[in-house]
């Protein structure tokens, strides 16, 4: 057999299972160890400096340098303690992975050793930043960057380093990571959803948001992955054909773990407990090999931050068991992709989830003017909220059989949607008798409601009883991009909220009709983005055109909303990205779009030309000599006797000559779209013309698989990664 693939596979038949984590102790003996957390910190600091960082978190209040010097100092001294010899700033650039910078904590001055961190250090480092994405903020603003420590998430130790979760922005304040717009969309929501609950709870005085993200990926063994250039360079295969067995039986997901993927998991596990990570899901999901882990939510920076962390530390692990995580959105073709299923809700500093009918009239009315600002808010921006989880890599998994459609709608399950069903169909004014009967109606709202919503797997936004989930987000994504879009979608739905309510105060309405009447009128011009029925029909996708409902067919042209007036003036007036930024972001997101998929067009034309027609070749070898022997010893007889051998000879000459064409014609698309200086332009040609060219590549080269012996076939299959 190839040498390449044979030798991959023997070397993953001999992986075995082992633990190399292994925890005598009960998790709650050593949760959290290496987070420096509001325990460890009243036990290191002074109680002015403590005071100090708890203000910068709940007010946003900056650290003054005497006091930032102190922090450190505690910092350090804890660190040290626990091992560490380095620390960095961790930060989330717009590539939509983290970056870090290691600054070792020791120093020689006049023969003296010793360990060195200063607050100025804890609170700001200035990596080199430019070569990180920024469209073009730095030719028009300063060409440095720094990272500055964002109080909101604790520092933590992993390997022996301490990490400072940062913000990078550049020198005149534009954000130029993921994280800085959504601590700005957090405050903004904040402050729109405390108004809100202020009409019901005058004791509220702020709203917080959480997070729970659930964390789909796949496990391929290290051999195997390595084997593949595709897998090691896009994370996906560019070519393979399916397997004969993969997902028809519903026979992986949740099943028995495989154990050596269960040793993976609880080293892992392990490992997340001590950065505090509070995991509390593991299964098998639909695909073979693919696997889902969730934490319990909490607060939104906080979930975020340690996705991003766990994003980091599993890779990590994985390498012990020599298994490789990808988190790729659509790894492998004809089987199912993974995503990010975000739970995203809203608590007030009183406790109460605005998102979960009450026991009384006015928390259920409270339930309403929340649930209707959602809707109306994703209504409006249902474009804007569809295209925030959209990239290259999602593209290939939306929907597809398996994933929510590239189109926005809501799924309510049907206690909700009946009571909007009876708000809608109240008389135009409401009089007394119809306000009565609809705040009757409002309080029959079954608390049980939590536990009797009704599922819809096809729906990309559903309601699931105190929360959304918001199913389309994508499994290698920085959560942040879809977070901030949603949270500023709520805020500003929130504050036209709390206006209208004003107004009609003011106009005399008593508090009760005022909110009624506003809950009536934002479902009333929202309701086209309720939908209860299946989300992956073909029907939906006429029925959602027919509704106004704006699907992405092609990302790149989806990525203009980020430009429109309506989007640009919201995140503005918000404070969550100003005109310019925005700007740069679109220009990222293209260009983003565009290197990815440069990436994979070059390796699917590297593995055509010099893996697969090469071994396609050396069996035309094979099947030639046959086919001359057969005519020596029969003559003409070999006609008939070695039919299949020439047919098959002729259909691989076929595909070979193809794929040389297709590839041919593949570097021409993209030497055509890399002249367009335009990145958007540059981007939407890609997604056209070069994407096409590679579907064209890849149709040969899967039939060539079907074709040429399988012990010359040089990468490993579908059915050898897919299977432990
Ligand atoms: P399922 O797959 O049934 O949706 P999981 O248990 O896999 O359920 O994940 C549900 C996620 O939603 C968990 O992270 C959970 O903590 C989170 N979650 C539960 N309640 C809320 C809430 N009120 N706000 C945000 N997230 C929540
Ligand atoms: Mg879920």
Aim: glycine fraction near 6%; include cysteine.
């Amino acid at each position: 057999m190839s040498t390449f693939r044979q030798r991959a596979l023997d070397e993953a038949a001999a992986h075995t299972t082992e633990r190399f984590f292994v925890e005598k102790r009960p998790v709650s003996a050593y949760f959290g160890e290496n987070v420096f957390d509001l325990a460890k910190m009243r036990k290191y600091m002074s109680q002015s400096a403590y005071e100090a960082v708890q203000s910068a978190v709940r007010f946003g209040k900056t650290i003054d340098r005497s006091v930032a010097n102190e922090i450190a100092s505690a910092m350090k001294t804890w660190a040290i303690e626990r091992g560490a010899t380095h620390y960095t700033h961790l930060f989330q650039p717009l590539t939509g992975t983290t970056a870090e910078k290691h600054e070792a904590f020791v120093t020689v001055k006049d023969g003296q050793v010793f360990e060195r961190f200063s607050g100025s250090a804890l609170v700001q480092q200035e990596p080199d930043a430019s070569s990180f994405p920024n469209g073009g903020l730095r030719n028009t603003f300063e060409a440095r960057g720094y990272s500055a420590w964002d109080p909101n998430s604790p520092v933590f130790i992993l390997d022996e380093t301490l990490c400072i979760p940062s913000v990078f922005v550049s020198y005149t304040g534009e954000a130029l990571d993921m994280k800085v717009p959504n601590l700005r969309s957090i405050q903004a929501l904040s402050a729109a959803a405390t108004s809100v609950a202020g009409l019901f709870d005058p004791s509220v005085s702020s709203v917080s948001v959480n997070v729970g993200l659930e964390q789909e990926y796949f496990l391929v063994d290290e051999s195997l992955y390595n084997a593949r250039p595709d897998l090691k360079l896009c994370d996906r295969t560019v070519i393979g054909h399916t397997s004969a067995k993969d997902q028809q039986l519903s026979d992986h997901y949740f099943g028995a773990i495989p154990s050596r993927v269960e040793a993976f998991m609880k080293d892992f596990e392990t490992e997340a407990y001590k950065l505090g990570i509070q995991l509390q899901t593991r299964h098998n999901e639909v695909a073979p090999n693919q696997f889902e882990c969730a934490p319990v939510f909490c607060e939104a920076t906080k979930a975020i931050d340690q996705n991003m962390l766990l994003m980091i530390l599993m890779p990590k692990v994985a390498e012990k068991h020599h298994l490789k995580v990808i988190f790729h959105e659509k790894p492998f073709d004809g089987i199912n992709g993974s995503g990010k299923h975000c739970n995203w809700s809203m608590q007030t500093n009183t406790g109460v989830n605005l998102l979960s009918p009450g026991k009384t009239p006015t928390k259920n009315l409270q339930f309403l003017a929340f649930y209707s600002s959602v809707v109306r808010a994703v209504y409006r921006h249902n474009h804007l909220l569809m295209t925030s989880v959209c990239t290259l890599n999602n593209s290939y998994r939306l929907g597809g059989h398996e994933a929510p459609p590239a189109v926005m709608s809501i799924f309510s399950g049907s206690t909700v949607s009946k009571i909007f069903e009876g708000i809608l169909n109240m008389k135009d004014t409401l009089d007394s008798e119809a306000g009565k009967a609809s705040i009757q109606m409002v309080s029959s709202i079954p608390e049980i409601l939590q536990d009797n919503t009704d599922r819809n797997r096809t729906s990309p936004f559903a309601f699931t009883g105190n929360r959304f989930e918001f199913r389309a987000v994508g499994s290698s994504a920085n959560a942040a991009g879809a977070t901030y879009v949603l949270n500023s979608i709520v805020a500003e739905s929130l504050n036209d909220f709390k206006a209208e309510v004003d107004a009609l105060e003011a106009a005399g309405e008593s508090r009760q009709g005022a909110v009624l009447s506003t809950v009536r009128k934002f479902i009333s011009e929202s309701k086209n983005v309720m939908f209860e029925g299946n989300g992956y029909s073909k029907e939906w996708e006429e029925e959602s055109a027919r509704r106004g409902l704006k699907a992405v067919r092609n990302v790149p042209e989806s990525y203009k909303v980020y430009t429109e007036k309506e989007t640009v003036d919201m995140f503005n007036k918000l404070g969550v990205l100003s005109p310019v930024e925005s700007e740069a972001r679109y220009e990222v997101l293209n260009e983003t779009y565009v290197k990815k998929l440069q990436i994979e067009a070059r390796i699917i034309g590297d593995v055509c030309l010099n893996h697969v027609i090469p071994a396609a070749v050396g069996y035309q070898n094979i099947l030639v000599k046959s086919i001359q022997g057969c005519k020596d010893v029969f003559g003409d007889e070999f006609r008939s006797l070695c039919k299949a051998d020439m047919d098959t000879y002729k259909k691989i000459s076929n595909f070979v000559n193809n794929i040389s064409a297709d590839v041919e014609a593949l570097v021409e698309a993209r030497k055509k779209a890399n002249k367009v200086e335009d990145m958007a332009e540059r981007a939407y040609l890609y997604s056209t013309e070069v994407k096409a060219e590679m579907d064209k590549v890849r149709y040969s080269a899967d039939h060539l698989e079907m074709l040429v012996d399988d012990e010359l076939w040089p990468l490993p299959k579908y059915r050898e990664l897919l299977f432990f």
